[in-house]
Structures are given as C-alpha cells and as structure tokens.
C-alpha cells in the first residue's frame, strides 16, 4: 500500500525532533535573540476592541501585499466590556484583566487597512454574524490571489470542535479605504485524524488550528502548516532517547514530560485552489519538550527553509523551560531535517522582567517581526500591570544561517508592504 506521501509524489518523511537537549540551551534575556523592553505607556489601536494574532495580507509564496497602495491585516479581535457589570470588580471597577483573560472564546476575525503600514484604520468584521459555523474564529491566514482581489481566508472555527476552513471573498479598494466583500460560505476542509494529529477524544486540551498555506519554492505545490499536537491519549506518549537527545548526566529525569507533545503539521493540497487536503505526518514534534507550537509559519531565504512558531512558558515540559515568543528551525529541504536555529530553537524571547509584554510573533520575509502587546508591568515589583490588546512595536531580525540576530525596533503594529498589486 502506498502511504499518503507516495501517492502525491512527495518524499516520504520523518518529523524532525525539537529535543530536550536542544530546549536546555535556551537561554532567556540573551540580547541577541530578547524582544526589546515595551514601555507601559504604549499607545492603544482601538479602545473598543482587544487585538492579538495579526494576519497581514499576503500572496501564496510568503510575500506581505498591499493593495492599490493599501496594506491590510487580519486580527483576531474582541469587543472590550468596560461598561458590562460581568466585568466589574467589588469596587465596580472595571477587571480588564478578566474582561482580556476571556477573549479567547468570543474572537473575530477583523480587518484593519493603512497608507503606510502603521497606524491602522478599522474595517470591520470580515464575516457576518452567523457566517462562521462556530463560536469562535481563530487565527489563520488571508491570501490575496490575483489581481481581481479575490482572497481566500483561511482559519480556525472553533467550539464545538475544531476545523480547519477557508472562506472566499474580496478586497475592495477606493481613495478612501478598503472594504471586504464576501466572505459568505465557509468551506471546512479538515480535522485532526487521530493516527497522525491528536483529537478532542484523545486530550481535551489538544490543538489543532492555525492554517498557514504556501506553494513551496522548490516544487510549486500548494502545501499548508497547521499547530497540532502527537496523535495518542493523553499520557501515553514516550520520551525516549530521541525526544531526550544528548543531555548531560543527571538530566534523563523527564518527569511528566511526556504529557507535552506538540507538533508543526503539514498537509498537501490535491488540487490547485486548495479546496481538498490531505494531512501528511508532521514537519517536527516537540514531545516531551513542549504543548504547543502555534501559528507555524515560514520564511523562504537562500534556498532553505526557515520554520517559525510561537510558544508559551507555561507550555514547556517538566525539566525545561523558555521565554514566551517565536522559536525557529531551518532545513535544506520543505520535509528537513530541520536544526534548531540559535542551537535552541530560541529566535525572539520576552525579557524576563517583562515576561508577557507580547506574543504571537510572526516573521515577515523582510526580517521584520509583528507581535501583540499582552501586559506590561507598570511598577517594580511587577504585581501592577497594564494591559494590551494592541499591536506591539515591530522589531526588525536578520537570518544568517543557523542563526538570527536582533537588529532594530520600530513603531507600533509597523507592517510594511512587500509588493503592491495595482486591482483590475
Ligand atoms: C495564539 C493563539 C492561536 C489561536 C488563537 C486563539 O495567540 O493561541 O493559536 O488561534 O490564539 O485566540
């Protein structure tokens, strides 16, 4: 029987391992690969909305587009409560800690556009209540398609369940702003399967979501990246010699470790629109090391394969540890293997001090790193703290081999545009 990797010509294929060896490398707070310090007093995109993944608008090979000489971006987004007595502390102040603790379970899908790649201008809501077949709209991505502005937008419907879905529409333009127009049929296009990607039946707390679609460099194909985590119940997962990889005595302890299995997931389109997937094994696994590698994506440079994800301190295995922030992975070839780049896999971490001022960190293939402010200490101790919901300050990275480099920071929610596509 051929497997699934055979039957549409592509190689057949290990997951790469981020290991426990690589992990204990990661080193917090090295200058090189630590997010520099966000003020507390950080301006705020829109104060009656929370905003955190940032999906800007980009073409099938990674590049970020701008339309008619207007950049746009995704967001996740959820409406603020400052009013609603749900979120009223005991002195009727108002708990947006709380109010932010909740988003996740009623997030949209919102649209933002720009003259110049900052300072974004709300749009709106992407799709009509009542379009998306699930509570909850997760991240994903827009691709812009030709020049008629059609725009796949591919994401996450959530709760019951989780499904990965794409919905059609298109990016209207004027001299006074953008508008999305359609957006009406969501079209799911595939769950986790239990043999390769970890169901709800098998661990409550899996994760399946984040499509991120490409046409690989080197054969043209239409793949897709997704964040899962290793098919199996819930504790029955392994941390063997290869999970653990070569540590030093007296680190073979790996406790609980094995209840961390988070992967990087691949599929294949078997059609040139990508209306119909199949799953492939995962790109790289992190058993033992960590739940959770989130919103998978790449960038293409000198002929190789640079894996980005972001990931939490909360998630990582017993034994092992890191900042919150995008991990990276490079490989000569789309299937690897891939090497933890830095050695440890660390590429952009919070600085102890601070360790939530960001998160979801995405890399452009211009270097550039987009992220959300979380919170901000606003007092030594750190026990006062203000919260975000809004674009962090962009930060600017080179990629030299198996390394990368911090080199520049620049204004909030800063998203430049690669190429410009003039609408027909
Ligand atoms: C990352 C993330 C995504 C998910 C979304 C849910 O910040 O956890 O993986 O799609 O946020 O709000």
Redesign the pocket.
């Known amino acids: 029987m051929k497997t699934n990797t055979e039957k549409f010509g592509v190689t057949p294929h290990q997951p790469s391992l981020w290991t426990r060896a690589d992990a204990l490398k990661v080193r917090a707070d090295d200058p090189t690969t630590t997010q520099p310090l966000v003020r507390a007093d950080f301006p705020v995109l829109n104060n009656d909305v929370f905003i955190?993944?940032t999906m800007p608008l980009r073409d099938l090979d990674g590049n970020v587009t701008s339309v008619d000489g207007w950049s746009v971006i995704f967001t996740?987004t959820a409406d603020r409560h400052p009013n609603d007595p749900q979120y009223l502390d005991e002195d009727g102040n108002y708990d947006i800690l709380r109010d932010w603790n909740d988003?996740?379970g009623r997030?949209k899908m919102y649209y933002w556009f720009s003259r110049t790649g900052k300072n974004w201008e709300f749009g709106g809501r992407v799709m009509a209540e009542g379009v998306s077949p699930t509570a909850?709209e997760?991240?994903?991505t827009p691709i812009l398609l030709n020049d008629r502005g059609e725009v796949d937008l591919y994401y996450?419907a959530?709760t019951p369940g989780a499904t990965i879905v794409k919905v059609r529409g298109r990016v209207v333009t004027t001299e006074h702003g953008v508008s999305m127009v359609g957006f009406e049929k969501v079209k799911p296009l595939f769950e986790a399967d239990g043999n390769m990607y970890q169901t709800e039946a098998q661990n409550a707390f899996w994760?399946f979501?984040?499509p991120w679609p490409f046409r690989d460099p080197k054969d043209g194909k239409l793949y897709m990246l997704f964040?899962g985590n290793v098919a199996g119940e819930r504790g029955s997962h392994k941390v063997g010699e290869a999970e653990i990889g070569d540590v030093p005595p007296g680190y073979e302890d790996v406790g609980n470790s094995r209840y961390q299995t988070a992967c990087v997931g691949i599929a294949v389109a078997r059609d040139a629109d990508g209306d119909d997937w199949e799953m492939l094994p995962p790109l790289l696994t992190a058993v033992g090391v960590n739940d959770?590698t989130?919103?998978p994506h790449f960038v293409f440079q000198d002929g190789k394969y640079y894996l980005f994800t972001?990931s939490h301190t909360f998630t990582y295995a017993d034994g092992v540890t890191g900042p919150d922030g995008v991990y990276g992975f490079v490989a000569d070839s789309l299937f690897g293997p891939y090497v933890p780049l830095n050695g440890s896999g660390l590429v952009l971490g919070n600085p102890s001090s601070q360790p939530f001022q960001t998160?979801?960190h995405y890399v452009m293939p211009n270097g550039l790193v987009t992220s959300f402010i979380d919170s901000v200490p606003t007092d030594e101790t750190g026990t006062q703290i203000r919260v975000g919901g809004t674009e962090a300050p962009t930060v600017g990275m080179k990629i030299k081999g198996q390394q990368t480099f911090v080199v520049a920071e620049y204004d909030y929610g800063y998203i430049p545009p690669m190429l410009d596509v003039t609408l027909k």
């Open positions: 955190w993944d996740l988003r996740h997030a909850r997760w991240a994903g996450t959530v994760g979501r984040d964040e959770q989130e919103r972001i998160y979801s």
